[in-house]
């Protein structure tokens, strides 16, 4: 089973700051990476599909990028809306696995 | 617009069944593969089990494997969770999710509201 490590746990930001989120397989997953949006009482969002790919209706702040094994979720320009839980998948072999999440908090 | 709608959580005492639901609507169901992902209170997710769009291939978590079952009535619109043996550690919220290809993509680009399953005696 591939294992993914988030890292910080927490990141304590003010809006308008930028945001680097980082998730690290334990193995290649290629660019077979998609991030997730949750924020609190509803399901998760897809952000960032194949690493890169922002998913329908998602703004241009969010960006994603890696391979391989190291990825990054990048939001340009904290929002008020975009305080939440984030997490990263793979999608390169069976069972598909999650990252623990990076909760994003205002400062 | 794409609906997913999960019903048939509760609370079931360990080693007993329950049988999850998804009712799916806004989208061509039948071309489609479709997942159980799963969130423990207060935890992260985990990935429960996928199905093919017709059916035809299925593929579960270690943790559940033997003990649940994935199907589809293609003709009803509606996923299911069989879930048999249950646990304290399936206690969690299931959400029904649609993978954006008819096999298997490996993402979930719609997801459900959620239905609470807590195992309890």
């Known amino acids: 089973e591939i294992v993914l490590t988030q890292s910080p746990a927490t990141l304590s930001l003010s809006p308008g700051e930028r945001a680097t989120l980082s998730c690290r397989a334990s193995?290649?997953?290629?660019?077979?990476l998609a991030w997730y949006q949750q924020i609190p009482g509803q399901p998760p969002r897809l952000l960032i599909y194949?690493?890169?790919n922002r998913a329908t209706g998602i703004p241009a702040r969010f960006s994603g990028s890696g391979s391989v094994t190291d990825f990054t979720l990048t939001i340009s320009s904290l929002e008020p809306e975009d305080f939440a839980v984030y997490y990263c998948?793979?999608?390169?072999?069976?069972?598909?696995?999650f990252g623990g999440g990076t909760k994003v908090e205002i400062k | 617009q794409v609906q997913l709608v999960e019903s048939g959580g509760g609370v079931v005492q360990p080693g007993r069944s329950l049988r999850l639901s998804c009712a799916a609507s806004?989208?061509?169901?039948?071309?489609?593969?479709m997942h159980w992902v799963r969130q423990a209170p207060a935890k992260g997710l985990e990935w429960v089990a996928v199905?093919?769009?017709?059916?035809?291939?299925?593929f579960y978590a270690d943790s559940v494997k033997g003990r649940f079952t994935i199907s589809r009535d293609n003709s009803k619109n509606t996923l299911y969770l069989q879930m048999n043996s249950l646990r304290a550690e399936d206690t969690a919220v299931y959400y029904c999710?649609?993978?954006?290809?008819?096999?298997?993509?490996?993402?979930?680009?719609?997801w459900g509201q959620g239905t609470l399953v807590t195992v309890s005696s």
């Open positions: 199905i093919w769009y017709d059916g035809s291939d299925k």
């Open positions: 999710t649609r993978d954006p290809r008819a096999t298997s993509a490996g993402y979930f680009d719609y």
């Open positions: 194949d690493a890169s």
């Open positions: 806004g989208f061509t169901f039948d071309t489609y593969g």
């Open positions: 193995q290649s997953v290629s660019s077979y």
């Open positions: 998948q793979q999608r390169s072999s069976w069972p598909l696995t």
